[in-house]
């Protein structure tokens, strides 16, 4: 956890003041898989320490990040109520990511869906293989690392995002190309964003 004498807690960040002096960088990372910083570590956890006052970590309560399915089910947040970090987020998203997703994939994408998950050794540790069908093209940040195991692994790939540094983007295809999962926890508190596109039809 954060040192209070280090980073006192305050009450409000602004979102600019978040975003890594490198975003924009994207950097290959694996097949199909790209890296990009975005958020400051201090931002991550001041998005862990908001996602925590909210109280709405709940384990299949509302819109999940397995849908329907019950199986992978995460333990989340949705950030839209963190409204300052997700009116942040939408302007970051509009200005840049939807830009880079184009000139990658030649695809047009807008936001679908955001949540913070949660993973402890007392309630969800894990994730099980899937594809994320609610979304086109998948994103997530780590917020901490005050944890081990709990790696983002991906199945065909055979790739895990242990020395991905806090607060960089990893986004990916979200389909049948990169299956993936959440590795056991081991110990500590795993949080991590995850953000989902769809598509955007224009005339
Ligand atoms: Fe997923």
């Known amino acids: 956890m954060r040192d209070p004498q280090i980073h ?3 009450d409000a960040m602004n979102y600019r003041d978040g975003l890594d002096k490198d975003i924009g960088q994207v950097q290959p990372a694996g097949p199909e898989l790209f890296v990009m910083p975005m958020w400051t570590e201090d931002y991550c956890a001041y998005v862990v ?9 709940a384990r299949g309560k509302g819109y999940q990040g ?24 939408q302007q970051t998203y509009t200005n840049l990511l939807a830009k880079i997703i184009k000139k990658i994939w030649l695809v047009n994408v807008e936001h679908n869906d955001a949540f913070i998950t949660r ?11 899937h594809i994320d069908h609610s979304s086109i093209v998948s994103m997530t940040i780590k917020l901490n690392k005050d944890f081990t195991g709990g790696a983002l692994h991906f199945v065909r790939q055979k790739l895990v995002n242990t020395d991905v ?9 979200s389909g049948c190309t ?4 959440v590795q056991p926890l081991l110990s500590g508190r795993r949080y991590a964003i995850t953000f989902w596109t769809k598509p955007k039809f224009t005339p």
């Open 66 to 89: 397995g849908g329907e399915n019950p199986a992978i089910r995460t333990t989340d947040v949705k950030l839209s109520d963190l409204p300052d970090v997700f009116q942040g987020y």
């Open 119 to 129: 993973y402890t050794m007392q309630t969800q540790q894990r994730l099980l293989q």
């Open 49 to 57: 320490e908001q996602a925590e006052k909210a109280h709405a970590f």
């Open 178 to 181: 990169h299956v993936h999962e």
């Open 165 to 173: 540094p806090i607060g960089h983007l990893t986004f990916f295809p």
């Open 8 to 10: 006192p807690v305050r």
